[in-house]
């Protein structure tokens, strides 16, 4: 679908996740596009660590893409959207004006995994519920057009994870930030590899959110349990209800709760 409907967009926007701005990249877009002018949106930037997202932005730009850090929930950062748009068209418009046809609407395709924002970037652009936003992954079933401020046409598309991950971290990051739907993971193991990535990239979050110190140690399911053990989160026995503190893990993760984190660095 994404191949047929190439040939009538001018340019294609990505929608990545800030706080994973390398495991939400499909590596299927580049080639995909065909040559296509790209723009790379990092969205829920306001719930990354903004020291790491300017890092990125560098990153990226190096490699000669367009990159815009945004959050589409609240707005802040989409207002920059249309004259970058124009700029990363501006060979387009030139031809377009001398064909005489200068008011001629400029083309886009919306692509990014699932749950990444792609209907609230839309719908923020539009000013309206054009598209069904969802905190949940897969709510986007089909395309569809969606015309916007200054004239452009949007076209949106479902979420799509590529069939297989490079690597088991990338999976992970998607589980930690909530592209993949929890009842399909094992939700325990996913929530101890996030506890031993932050415990050596934020520990400080890990200490203020749960009280996990320096002699937590680095196992962590170590961690899980005594988090859980703070949180009151037990059982007959006096046994940790680990899987429960585990889902409030992902659920304040997702929420921002622990702060602004970045789970990867270029």
């Not at 479902?158 to 992970?172: N, Y």
């Not at 349990?225 to 007959?236: D, K, M, N, P, Y």
Request: hydrophobic share 40%.
């Amino acid at each position: 679908m994404m191949e047929d409907s190439l040939r009538q967009v001018d340019a294609v926007i990505e929608l990545r996740d800030a706080r994973i701005p390398e495991s939400s990249r499909n590596p299927d877009v580049a080639r995909l596009s065909g040559g296509k002018p790209r723009l790379i949106i990092l969205n829920r930037a306001d719930q990354a660590d903004p020291d790491v997202t300017a890092q990125w932005v560098r990153a990226l730009s190096a490699e000669g893409v367009r990159v815009l850090p945004m959050d589409c929930r609240s707005g802040r950062g989409v207002g920059a959207f249309p004259r970058a748009a124009r700029e990363l068209l501006e060979e387009r418009i030139r031809r377009n004006e001398t064909k005489g046809q200068a008011g001629k609407a400029l083309r886009f395709m919306v692509l990014g995994i699932p749950n990444v924002g792609k209907s609230s970037f839309i719908n923020r652009l539009a000013g309206r519920r054009a598209a069904q936003a969802s905190d949940r992954p897969g709510v986007t079933r089909g395309k569809q057009w969606i015309a916007v401020s200054g004239g452009a046409l949007l076209l949106d598309t479902p979420g799509i994870l590529w069939p297989r991950f490079e690597s088991p971290e990338v999976g992970l990051a998607l589980a930690w930030t909530g592209a993949i739907r929890d009842d399909i993971l094992d939700v325990e193991l996913v929530a101890v590899r996030l506890l031993e990535r932050l415990g050596r990239t934020y520990p400080a979050a890990l200490g203020g959110r749960y009280g996990l110190g320096p002699d937590s140690g680095p196992d962590g399911f170590a961690m899980l349990e005594q988090a859980g053990r703070r949180r009151g989160f037990l059982v007959s026995g006096g046994q940790v209800n680990t899987e429960r503190m585990a889902r409030v893990l992902l659920d304040e993760l997702r929420a921002g709760k622990l702060g602004r984190i970045t789970l990867e660095r270029p």
